[in-house]
């Protein structure tokens, strides 16, 4: 099993196969746009200009679990992270990132890659690094900037190509 197993709905409604992302360098990421990590967008952002053009993506998933610090709706995320951050990398819909309703991707993700005092997620901004096979390679806490993780990024993008 691997990322390529799951689907997921695009900001737009649209679904997206997980498998149309086979062979890149992943980033997934839990998203809010009120959250105090927020202006990690701006990281992220620049992780994916850097990184794109040799077959990486960042993938945000926006979650209202964690203190309502992600209230709107699809469109409202989407230009949010637009004009507030000029956010180009795909915008996945809303998801559950823990308990009973959690997305499936999630559960997998965490299951792969459990967090330091607990398997589920603690909180916005968690991140995982997938390889070009689809596979969880680790995870990062909310607080690691998206700029400490882009020697990991060109590493697997590196070793892989």
């Known amino acids: 099993m691997s990322v390529y197993d799951f689907s997921a709905k695009t900001n737009r409604g649209e679904l997206k196969p997980l498998a149309d992302y086979r062979g890149k360098v992943l980033l997934i990421v839990n998203t809010a746009s009120r959250c105090g990590f927020t202006p990690q967008y701006q990281g992220l952002q620049k992780l994916y200009d ?6 990486f993506e960042v993938l945000a998933f926006p979650c209202n679990q964690f203190h309502n610090q992600e209230p709107g709706s699809d469109e409202e995320i989407r230009d949010f992270c637009q004009v507030n951050y000029g956010v180009t990398f795909p915008l996945f819909a809303k998801v559950d990132v823990k308990g009973p309703n959690a997305h499936p991707l999630f559960v997998y993700l965490t299951k792969q890659a459990p967090g330091l005092l607990t398997d589920g997620i603690k909180w916005n901004f968690t991140k995982f690094l997938i390889d070009r ?14 700029e400490r993780i882009a020697a990991d990024i060109k590493r697997l993008i590196q070793e892989e190509a």
């Not at 850097?50 to 077959?55: K, R």
Request: aromatic share 10%.
């Open 50 to 55: 850097e990184f794109h053009a040799s077959g």
């Open 133 to 146: 096979n689809g596979s969880v390679v680790r995870r990062y806490a909310p607080v690691t900037r998206p």
